[in-house]
């Protein structure tokens, strides 16, 4: 949730809680494989999707983890999709909504992180991904890019 506390305060709190370790595949951080054939996700995927998220992923969204839900993002359950760890996402409830009933759409990319659609009608909307929850992404961006001043020498 984003508290700053002591590694001692933490295992205080935790000492009476089960367990988990959430596991990433390597570099990229693809989560583990855990499928069901029910709708609602187990309690390991939720701490999974907790894991790898951190909150809402609809672009500008700061909703945290603990006020997100698990949403099917490559296929609503309603029309054939699965509650395998790779076809889900988080998102606020309003957010969830908008999927629902506002005419948006999410995907899974392969990189493994969730993009939103904005309805057709609306091209003002803007879609995309979050980063909100995950500002090391921006530092990866940045490094792979030159600085603004290289090349653009006045004649």
């Known amino acids: 949730s984003g508290v700053v506390m002591p590694i001692s305060e933490v295992i205080r709190l935790g000492a009476h809680a089960y367990h988990y370790l ?60 699965r509650t395998d760890i790779g076809d889900l996402t988080l998102a606020c409830p309003p957010d969830n909504e908008l999927v629902e009933t506002g005419g948006w759409a999410t995907r899974q990319l392969a990189g493994g992180q969730t993009q939103w659609i904005p309805p057709p009608n609306l091209p003002m909307l803007r879609g995309g991904t979050n980063d909100y929850h995950h500002p090391e992404r921006l530092l990866e961006n940045d490094s792979d890019s030159p600085p603004d001043d290289v090349g653009n020498d006045a004649a």
């Open 22 to 81: 959430a596991l990433f595949e390597g570099v990229n951080g693809r989560a583990l494989w855990l499928g069901r054939t029910k709708r609602i996700a187990s309690a390991d995927q939720r701490i999974i999707l907790h894991a790898k998220y951190r909150g809402c992923t609809r672009p500008g969204c700061d909703a945290p983890g603990y006020h997100s839900v698990v949403h099917h993002a490559a296929k609503d359950w309603k029309n054939g999709g």
